[in-house]
């Protein structure tokens, strides 16, 4: 006899599901060309319609809920980064993701300026996770491989975005030399692993927030 499959019972892990797999139809719709995505806004648009119609189709029980919202405000948020990318939940079982988005292609350019903003959605995304999400999800794409490769020097070398780079739980990030970024200070409590994915000319990150 088969063993029994279904959705996850529990709501927390169930939202995990929701988050993993809207990331992989996304993935597949963008390199596919269902989605174009030439800047960021398309992204977290289309990100958040996945996420919406996939969240609603595991929603088992009759009074289920589920949520998706744009530009979410940052609970506890000071002075310093008011709003997230996006927030989906299960709220009546208090399950909730918060998810952090970049798109940076090569012709952009600017990837000290990226590599920075990266660890400062990181940090957000913490902040969100102390302030009552139960984990966030932060997720790349670029076809510039300068946030792939290791550096020799400067902002990359203190940023470090490069596959196999892993954070020191608890280290502060600064880099005095950037320019229109040198004031960018934090903190990140936790270790991340730089892991990325090349799917044809585009590489794809995913860190995980617990």
């Not at 977290?44 to 088992?60: K, M, N, P, R, V």
């Not at 009759?62 to 998706?68: A, H, I, K, P, Q």
């Not at 002075?79 to 989906?88: M, T």
């Not at 491989?145 to 990359?156: D, T």
Request: glycine residues 8%; charged residues 20%; contains cysteine.
């Amino acid at each position: 006899m088969k063993p029994p499959q279904q959705l996850p019972a529990a709501h927390g892990q169930r939202l995990a599901h929701v988050v993993d797999q809207s990331w992989l139809i996304l993935k597949s719709r963008f390199i596919q060309k269902r989605h174009e995505i030439p800047l960021e806004a398309p992204f977290q648009h289309y990100f958040a319609h996945i996420l919406s119609a996939y969240g609603d189709l595991c929603c088992t029980e009759r009074d289920d809920l589920f949520l998706v919202d744009l530009e979410c405000k940052l609970p506890g948020a000071a002075g310093g980064r008011e709003y997230i990318d996006i927030g989906c939940s299960f709220p009546k079982h208090a399950a909730s993701c918060a998810i952090e988005l970049k798109f940076k292609t090569a012709k952009q350019g600017a990837q000290d300026h990226g590599r920075i903003d990266a660890y400062q959605d990181i940090e957000a995304l913490e902040r969100a996770r102390r302030g009552g999400f139960s984990f966030g999800r932060f997720y790349m794409i670029t076809d510039s491989s300068v946030y792939v490769n290791p550096s020799r020097r400067g902002v990359g070398t203190v940023f470090a975005t490069h596959d196999g780079n892993l954070t020191v739980a608890g280290a502060t990030f600064h880099c005095p030399q950037s320019v229109g970024r040198s004031h960018v200070q934090l903190t990140l409590a936790n270790s991340y692993s730089f892991q990325w994915e090349q799917i044809g000319n585009w590489y794809f990150l995913e860190i995980h927030i617990p």
